[in-house]
C-alpha cells in the first residue's frame, strides 16, 4: 500500500516562511501529479498547490507568489516552499498523490501549520 509521510509543520511567526516536504513509499508506478490541500478549523480541505509529473503547478489564488510546489521524482518528493506567511494560512496541510491504475488519491497523514499575528 502507498504511504506518503509529511513533515516540516511548525509554529512560524507571520511573514516567517517553512518548507513542507512528503515522501511517497511502496510506488510500484511512477507518481502522476502530487500536490497539498489544507483544512483549518471548522473549515472545508481546500486545495493549495498541485504538481505533474513534469514540474507543472498551479495554485490557489490566496498563495500564488508566496507558495512554491516542486518535486523530486527520483526520491518521490513533493515540497511546498511557503514564504510571506500569513495567520490565514494556519491549517493542517496534507499532501496526495496520483498513480496510474488507481481511482483516489493517496493521501498522508497531514502536518501542522501555525502561523502567530
Known amino acids: 500500500q502507498v504511504q506518503l509521510v509529511e513533515s516540516g509543520g511548525d509554529l512560524v511567526q507571520a511573514g516567517g516562511s517553512l518548507r513542507l516536504s512528503c515522501v511517497a513509499s511502496r510506488t510500484i508506478f511512477p507518481i502522476n501529479d502530487m500536490g497539498w490541500y489544507r483544512q483549518a478549523p471548522g473549515k472545508q480541505r481546500e486545495l493549495v498547490a498541485t504538481?505533474?509529473?513534469?514540474?507543472?503547478?498551479n495554485y490557489a489564488d490566496s498563495v500564488k507568489g508566496r507558495f512554491t510546489a516542486s518535486r523530486d521524482n527520483a526520491k518521490n518528493t513533493v515540497y511546498l516552499q511557503m514564504n510571506t506567511l500569513e495567520p490565514e494560512d494556519t491549517a493542517v496541510y496534507y499532501c496526495y498523490a496520483n498513480l496510474p491504475r488507481y481511482t483516489q488519491p493517496f493521501w498522508g497523514q497531514g502536518t501542522q501549520v501555525t502561523v502567530s499575528s
Open positions: 504538481i505533474t509529473r513534469n514540474g507543472y503547478t
